[in-house]
């Protein structure tokens, strides 16, 4: 039986995380396909279509998916899965949503932000903030599983496959749509930036944040921020890097004003170089960097930006 | 109208877990044990909904060992007012939770069930959208902001892009985010009012529950570690590594 892999996206784009659990699902050893739920989304669905690997994209067009509430996605999926062996989704807000609720619906176990497919029933996924790693492995015939993506290469293009039209599920009526207020920005998303560099307690005050974008913009970087700069309304919400917020592997990682909780480093620590700003020389941080900086941030990243523009950056 | 509040029992979150050297877990003994935090926030949010006389009793449910009765009288000493410990010394996975949950909701005539969006041991980030669906209700995950309008809750949420508002259909499940509230610490007099508050004791057999784990653990292991790298001396040289060591930029 085939896989299903519930695609990310915001009615326009198909979000790059999809890409990534189509490499997982390759993985399963089944044909995979792909559900497209929402509103006007045709070019999603193309999106879809075009990913290496994929044999089918199903497309649900309906106003009753336009903002994928958990409720209205979780009917349709159920419905869809006598023909499936697994459903397969990214580890994104969106989908940490649904995927449980469908995964109770079936009476199955889920498992999630699995960060490596060792066999089709197999499956290696973090706990404790990611200082521990458990080998699980599922009897069960359909597999409800969400995928840490920072793990998983995306799937190369070039695909055709059809799109088949399907019809809408039945709307439960639970819950509607209010409104986003979505953070919007020029830079790399979070997710998908090759450099990051994140503020912490230490920034103290929101417009600080200015000197670390000024940086990020020389760098064509994201800016993340630790919970502690988001509790203390330095940034917005959707900048929270950790255990609790986003997951990311950048290539290069800068902490600037960051301790170095458990729950930070949860987020951060698989990135390939570390760089941590700090006056504390005890901070946690410097244990996991690859390159320390003891100094003052304020004296520090201004200097930054100035050396990067020297290099014409 | 009565809330459910379910709290675990879990590692503090100041304790870095550790694999057992046969790999068979994460080491436990002798460890500090706490409240998950996001149920700190869950009954933060339920005792004030009390206190503003919009609910009339907080339920307070735990599903654990017998020191899980320690985690539920936090939770009373919050405000909490009677809790049910469903004891048993399994691994119990999220779908049985929230199978159990469901019952006692069930039998409580419990209208909103408000949990933690994950509990920082296992961080499945499950149990209350497997108990939502058990229900038949609404869900609200990951809330920020919480209000009670007639027969509906209109609440904030915390998604990957932002802020998203719905209106959810009550009786409903939420489960709350780090920016919902930040919970009380319990005033001695009130943990010792929490003494005499009452606690049932059950077992998931009671409510017909079968908890036998769907998943087999084949093995824990430590993650891979990463070793602290060098210090340098000045923005300058850092900026030179990262460039002609590192290649990063
Ligand atoms: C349930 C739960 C979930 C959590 N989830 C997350 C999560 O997802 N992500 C997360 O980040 N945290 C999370 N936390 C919080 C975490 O435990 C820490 O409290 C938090 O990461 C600390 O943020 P911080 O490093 O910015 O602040 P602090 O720990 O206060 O550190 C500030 C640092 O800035 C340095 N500093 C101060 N001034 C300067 C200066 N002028 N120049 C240079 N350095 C300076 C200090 O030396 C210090 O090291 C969670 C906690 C709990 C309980």
Same mark, same amino acid.
């Not at chain 2, 079968?210 to 084949?218: A, E, F, H, N, Y």
């Given at each position: 039986m085939s896989v299903l892999v519930v695609a990310d996206h915001d009615n326009k784009t198909l979000a790059e995380v999809t890409a990534k659990v189509v490499t997982a699902a390759k993985q399963m050893g089944d044909e995979v396909h792909i559900l497209v739920a929402g509103q006007d989304c045709e070019p999603v669905a193309q999106a879809a279509s075009k990913?290496?690997?994929?044999?089918k994209v199903l497309h649900a067009d309906d106003p009753i998916y336009s903002a994928r509430l958990a409720e209205n996605v979780t009917e349709l999926v159920v419905g869809l899965m006598g023909n499936y062996s697994a459903v397969m989704s990214s580890a994104t807000t969106a989908s940490k949503n649904f995927m449980p609720r469908v995964a109770a619906l079936l009476d199955v176990a889920q498992i999630s932000e699995i960060v490596k497919v060792e066999a089709p029933d197999t499956f290696v996924r973090p706990i404790y903030a990611g200082n521990a790693m458990q080998t699980v492995q599922s009897g069960e015939a359909k597999k409800v599983i969400t995928v840490r993506t920072t793990t998983f290469q995306a799937t190369g293009q070039g695909g055709s496959a059809a799109i088949e039209k399907i019809s809408a599920a &039945?709307?439960?009526?639970?819950s509607e749509y209010v409104e986003d207020r979505l953070s919007s920005s020029e830079r790399p998303q979070l997710t998908s930036a090759k450099i990051i560099i994140s503020g912490g307690r230490g920034m103290q005050s929101g417009d600080n944040f200015k000197m670390i974008e000024a940086v990020a913009d020389k760098l064509k970087a994201a800016v993340g921020a630790s919970r502690a700069a988001v509790d203390a309304g330095y940034a917005p919400n959707d900048m929270q890097v950790g255990q609790t917020g986003k997951v990311v592997a950048p290539e290069l990682y800068i902490a600037v004003g960051i301790s170095g909780a458990i729950q930070h480093l949860a987020g951060m620590k698989d990135s390939k170089v570390i760089v941590a700003i700090n006056k504390d020389e005890e901070a946690p941080i410097f244990q996991v960097s690859d390159y320390g900086l003891v100094a003052d941030l304020f004296k520090a990243v201004p200097e930054l930006e100035a050396e990067l523009a020297k290099l014409g950056l | 109208m009565k809330v459910l509040v379910p709290v675990k029992r879990v590692i503090d979150y100041n304790v870095k877990a550790r694999v057992k050297a046969d790999g068979s877990g994460v080491d436990l003994a002798n460890v500090k044990m706490s409240m998950n935090p996001f149920d700190e926030i869950s009954v933060e949010q339920a005792v004030r909904m009390k206190e503003a006389g919009v609910i009339t009793e907080v339920i307070i449910a735990s599903i654990g060992p017998a020191a899980a009765q320690e985690t539920i009288r936090t939770a009373l000493a919050m405000g909490g007012d009677r809790g049910v410990l469903v004891k048993t010394d399994q691994t119990v996975e999220p779908l049985a939770v929230a199978k159990i949950l469901k019952e006692i909701a069930t039998k409580e005539g419990a209208e909103i069930v408000i949990l933690g969006k994950q509990a920082i041991d296992d961080d499945s980030n499950q149990t209350g959208q497997m108990l939502a669906a058990l229900l038949g209700w609404s869900q609200a995950t990951f809330a920020s902001e919480v209000k009670l309008d007639g027969g509906k809750a209109e609440v904030t949420r915390e998604v990957d892009g932002g802020l998203q508002t719905i209106k959810v259909n009550l009786p409903t499940v939420i489960t709350v985010d780090l920016r919902l509230n930040e919970p009380r610490y319990a005033s001695l007099p009130n943990i010792m009012k929490a003494r005499k508050k009452p606690i049932e004791e059950k077992t998931p057999e009671d409510f017909g529950v079968?908890?036998?784990?769907?998943? &087999?653990?084949?093995k824990t292991t430590e993650p891979p570690t990463r070793s602290a790298g060098v210090k340098v001396e000045s923005v300058q040289e850092l900026v030179a590594k990262l460039r002609n060591e590192a290649g990063v930029i």
């Open positions: 990913l290496d690997g994929v044999a &039945k709307n439960p009526g639970l | 079968d908890i036998t784990p769907r998943l &087999k653990v084949l």
